[in-house]
């Protein structure tokens, strides 16, 4: 089958069946573009366009094509006439037959327009229309509308005029020319053409020449041309009143170049193309032209190169395509060099044009060159955008705002706004976003190239201000993310006071963070490779928080590994220490406990040996979170204990509200559900005082897992909701994460498993993006949990597995045991009896090791199912009691209900009827309280058991 491309989607409907039927036709002969062109005597190229849709058809190629074939033409033929505009057909171009076709005749021209001066033949001046047209169909259609808008405006109308800019080698006049050839039969009073020169190596034509040449152009003779310029242009639209003319003016360096150059009277129509936007033309209709999508620049360049048979996907073919920045100029200077040496020689010019500091030097040919194209729009630049100009060529990074570019040149916001909007307006930089800015990656070539001739000096102090006002701005809005203090002094800024934009919030900090993050890790990376570590230490500071939000963690560690080493070989003591607990808290929430364990020990050593209290406290923190996740809770209560004593000491709120948070924590994971309210509300009130929406949603979390397990369901989802929406509202998605999925857990105990198993889903849909390897497997357990409880016990059981597999990976002890008696569960639910009690014995060690009583009570609960069941209701009985004793000690109503449900069980196998009554009523009361789907099937045994007995 032959290679066809997608048809372009502005094709009218019968053109696109013209097209398609003339592709089937082709494919049913069997034939290739060069039988085609052997038939027809029409070009291959003029056919690829053709089958391609990228130009229409002309009448002659179709008839030849029928003939040729031999095939009934009818149903082609009205397909043809029907895809025709209503006033136009169009004709093939010069350029596209071969030399044995016959050109098919202009169609007649329309009489003169009375009025018009006689003369025997109306200039004809357009320059040969281009072969390899290629796209600009939205662009082509919006002209040929006002060419006809033109052609017929009544006497009152105005005078049309299309001001097409763009950057250099866009194709501005390219395409103005293609569109006069396509429109040029609507104005047979004559066709002018001038080059204004206004951005090239000569002297821009003034008014007055280009004026002189246009009359002349009109037979207006030589000597009857008035010296004044006033005067000329009245004598030229006067030889323009009454006429369909066309005009095009062609690289116009400004509004005040043309304003004298166009007609007085509707009814010619004006094309004029200019690198710079011509704001200055107030009734002018504006076409701007960025380069060509990817596939039609890749088209542009295989159709000039001649390798027509080569698929524009081919990789060198895209490399290419992307390396020439799809500029349709740079595109053609690499398709010429092609043609001549066919398609074995692309991967070597790719390789040249990957090479930067080569590139702009291979873009070019005997009498085409990129940079002197670039050079011509710079020279029209006053020298102050010559200078941001050159400024913004040695920027790190790839894209920029008003703020970075006030900073680099110096001077106020106001200033740099509107240097840029000069620069906006010459096409020299693409606006891609609201005030957000980029160079086209051959003009930021061109740009360093110049920012390389500047002083060094210079450049020097640019850059010393550009890393000053990132400094500043990223201490600004880290200020509004970090939860603790940053012991030792802020590094100095680079260079004076920049100005920058105002953060007063979080929301705007991480607005501001997330646009610059690239450029700010570039500048990094930039600071460091030209000897200026205070700075990229600084910034490294200042980002850490937010690449941990982010979940670039192993970015930041990266950076920070690189501050540690600039610190020990300088002697910063303060800097190496922050690092290490930057380090030790990204380890932390990636998974990696014994790197986080070994950089936080060595933080403490750090922060003692400095005498530094804050930073012995922030030490301390880390560490008691990490003893957490691994359940060593008795060392991390002495640890945190230490901390909290430090931080109140100090006046810290911030981190005694933190330390208390981690404190309630371990109270409700070890069951001390009083101890754990006590805690949480304390941290909670400091967190009111301070205003931290943040520090609130954390504690919501632990209260809501408190509020659970003392039985008020209810209320757990309301505060578990509530911390969700504040982390959705912070744009805080390992928050979101951790709350979802607690969130899920309390519905799934309150029968809601749909809900719970949705909200599972999302929760490790978000850590598995993270990379939270400890929220993954979290979340993992819960959601195998929730398919269990609806019954779905082999994919419960595959995710159960994965997670414990995870956590003994991670070393995590406490989640760990957790799994364990989950995967019991389901085990236990496939009849697999003595896999399951194995599961459980293990898990039980493992919670009394470490001191946890409620796991302790899930896997006593778990080991008494288990063997009621496989042993009989005389070995059970005895540990639902004992689990029952536990749940009372910690006070989990849900598991005491659990426990009496089960001894109810046993006591009625064992004919204890009315020990089962009492033990059964006493579950009912609790499961009203914790479960109510529980409550009615416990109610129910309960009714009956009471009958029975």
Known sequence: ?????????????????????????????????????????????????????????????????????????????????????????????????TEHAQEPDEPPAPPATPGTPARDTAPCQLPADTRAFTGRTRELADLLDRAREAAGGGPDGPVVVCAIDGMGGVGKSALAVHAAHRVRRHFPDGQLFIDLHGHTDLEPVSAADALDWLLRSLDVPAQTIPADQDQRAALYRERLAGTRTLIVLDNAIGAAQIRPLLPGLPGCLVLVTSRKRLTGLDDAH???????????????????????????????????????????????????????????????????????????????????NLAAVFEASYGALPAAEQRLFRLLGQLPGTEFDVWTAANLAGTDLWEGERLLDSLLDHNLLIQHAPERYHFHDLVRLYARTLAELDPPAERAAALDRLLGYYVHTARQADRHLNRFTRPGLPAALPAGPPVGPELPDRAAALDWLRAEQENLLTLVRHARAHQRPDAAGALT?????????????????????????????????????????????????????????????????????????????????????????TGEFESMAEVHGRALALYRDLGDRRGQANTLHELGSRAVLVGDYAAAATLLQEAMAIHRELDDPLGRAHVLVQLGRTTHSTGDSAAAADMLAGAVATYQELGLRQGEASAAKDL???????????????????????????????????????????????????????????????????????????ALTALARARHRLGEHGSSEALLERSLATHRTI????????????????????????????????????????????????????????????GDGAAAIAALREAVTLYQRTNPSLAVSAALRLAGLEHAN
């Open 1 to 97: 089958m032959p290679y066809w491309t997608a048809l372009p989607d502005g094709l009218e409907p019968a053109e696109r069946q013209l097209v398609e039927r003339l592709r089937a036709l082709k494919d049913e002969r069997q034939l290739t573009l060069k039988q085609l062109e052997g038939l027809t005597h029409y070009s291959h190229a003029s056919w690829q366009r053709w089958l391609n849709g990228r130009r229409p058809i002309t009448r002659e190629a179709l008839e030849s094509l029928i003939g040729a074939l031999d095939v009934d033409g009818t149903g082609l033929r009205q397909l043809f006439h029907a895809a025709q505009p209503a006033d136009e057909e169009p004709q093939a171009p010069r350029a596209e037959r």
């Open 286 to 368: 504006s076409v701007s032209l960025a380069t060509l999508p990817p596939d039609e620049a890749a088209g542009l360049l295989l159709d000039v190169a001649g390798l027509t048979r080569l698929s524009p996907d081919a990789p060198a073919i895209r490399a290419a395509v992307g390396l020439c920045g799809n500029l349709p100029l740079a595109l053609r200077i690499v398709a010429a060099r092609l043609r001549h040496r066919g398609v074995q020689a692309v991967d070597g010019l790719v390789a040249r044009l990957h090479d930067e500091n080569a590139r702009l030097v291979t873009l070019q040919d005997e009498d085409r």
């Open 541 to 629: 500071g200042e980002l850490s928080v937010f690449l941990r939000f982010e979940g670039r963690w192993q970015e930041c560690v990266s950076l920070q590994r690189a501050v540690i080493t600039t610190a020990r070989e300088t002697g910063d003591g303060w800097a190496e220490a922050n690092a290490l607990c930057d380090i030790s808290r990204i380890s932390l929430v990636s998974g990696d406990f014994p790197q986080a364990v070994e950089a936080c020990e060595l933080a403490l050593a750090v922060y003692l040996g400095l005498g530094d209290r804050l930073g012995e406290a922030n030490a301390l923190h880390e560490l008691g979170r990490v003893r957490y996740l």
């Open 744 to 818: 899920g857990t309390v519905l799934r105990a309150t029968g809601d498993h749909q809900a719970a198993a949705e909200l599972q889903e999302r929760s490790l849909r978000i850590y598995r993006e993270l990379g939270n390897r400890h929220g993954i497997a979290g979340a993992t357990e819960e959601l195998g949990l929730a398919r269990l409880a609806a019954g779905e016990l082999a994919p419960a059981t595959e995710l159960l597995e994965a997670a414990v597999a995870i956590f003994q990976e991670l070393g995590a002890q406490q989640a760990g045991a957790n």
């Open 851 to 910: 001191g946890d009583h409620h796991g302790e009570a899930q896997a006593l609960l778990g080991l008494a199912e288990v063997r009621t069941d496989s042993t009989g209701p005389r070995v059970g009985l005895p540990l639902y009691r004992e689990a029952h004793a536990m749940a009372q000690r910690i006070g989990s109503p849900a598991d005491e209900a659990r426990a009496l449900d089960g001894a109810a069980h046993c006591l009625e196998l064992l």
